[in-house]
C-alpha cells in the first residue's frame, strides 16, 4: 500500500499546488468580502466622510497587490502542468 502512494510523486506535487491554490482563491474570497464590507460599514455609511478625499476604495488596493499573488499562485498550479 505504501508503495502505491509514492508511485508518482509528481503527480502528488502537481495535486497538492492545485489544492493549495484552492485554498488561496476561498480565503482570497472570504477575506475580500470582509474588507469590502468593513469598508462599507466605516467609510460609506458615516455622514462625515468625503468621497472626494477619498476616491477610490482602500479594498482595490488590497485586492489588486493579494489578486497579483493570487495569479501567481495559480500560474503555479495549473500552468506547469500543461506540456510546452
Do not use: C
Request: charged share 20%; glycine share 4%.
Amino acid at each position: 500500500m505504501m508503495a502505491e502512494k509514492n508511485k508518482n510523486p509528481e503527480l502528488q506535487k502537481r495535486l497538492r499546488r492545485k489544492t493549495v491554490f484552492k485554498y488561496h482563491a476561498l480565503i482570497y474570497f472570504v477575506m475580500n468580502l470582509l474588507f469590502w464590507t468593513m469598508w462599507y460599514i466605516t467609510f460609506k455609511n458615516n455622514p462625515g466622510s468625503d468621497p472626494e478625499k477619498f476616491p477610490v476604495p482602500w479594498p482595490v488596493w488590497v485586492m489588486l497587490g493579494w489578486g497579483v499573488a493570487l495569479y501567481i499562485n495559480y500560474t503555479s498550479a495549473y500552468k506547469k502542468d500543461k506540456p510546452g
